[in-house]
């Protein structure tokens, strides 16, 4: 059960070292929005090594990698997978189409790796009203996908409304 989700800035040692000793049920480790263009590369590694060096014993580990529309998603994914995240938040999702290039994507990495399939699931975010209207589409994409996400900042401005 998911009761608490602590997003960490994957280009923040700080947050990063201490994130396994905060007690959520999962650490999402944020290499998308948190992280600006020139720190993409940095925070990866970061991420990377988290991931290598720390315990986080029970946690659950999740990365927000950059969305399937950037240049950055495919590097995210070869980066972090031998590390075995539990799932990859995929954020951006429109529809069924961005979740098979990702889970076609992973599938290639996890054989390079010698992983079964589905070894890493899948979390879509859905930001847009478009992602809404197709999201039962996209959870039906792919037997990778575990859990919707609801990303609620992008969302309201994709609708043009107010968040309360």
């Known amino acids: ?16 070292i201490n994130g396994n000793c905060l007690g959520s049920d ?3 480790f944020d290499l998308e ?7 993409k590369d940095a925070a990866r590694i970061l ?15 999740i990365v927000r990698i950059n969305s399937i529309d ?3 998603w495919m590097q995210d994914v070869d980066e972090i ?16 189409q961005d979740v098979l290039a990702a ?5 290639q990495v996890e054989e390079k790796l010698g992983y079964e399939k589905n070894t890493v699931g899948l979390m879509p975010l859905i930001e847009t009203a478009l992602g809404v209207e197709t999201a039962f589409a996209i959870a039906s994409a792919s037997s990778r996908v575990e859990a919707l ?16």
């Open 1 to 16: 059960m998911r009761r608490s989700m602590l997003f960490l800035p994957g280009n923040n040692p700080n947050m990063l």
């Open 26 to 28: 999962a650490v999402i």
């Open 33 to 39: 929005d948190a992280v600006a263009p020139s720190e």
């Open 47 to 61: 991420v990377r090594n988290t991931m290598k060096y720390l315990d986080f014993r029970d946690c659950e580990i």
């Open 70 to 72: 950037t240049e950055y």
């Open 81 to 96: 997978l031998p590390y075995k995240p539990n799932l990859i938040l995929l954020p951006k999702t429109n529809g069924p």
């Open 103 to 107: 889970d076609a994507y992973i599938s």
């Open 149 to 164: 996400f609801l990303g609620a900042e992008d969302l309201t401005s994709d609708l043009r409304c107010k968040r309360t």
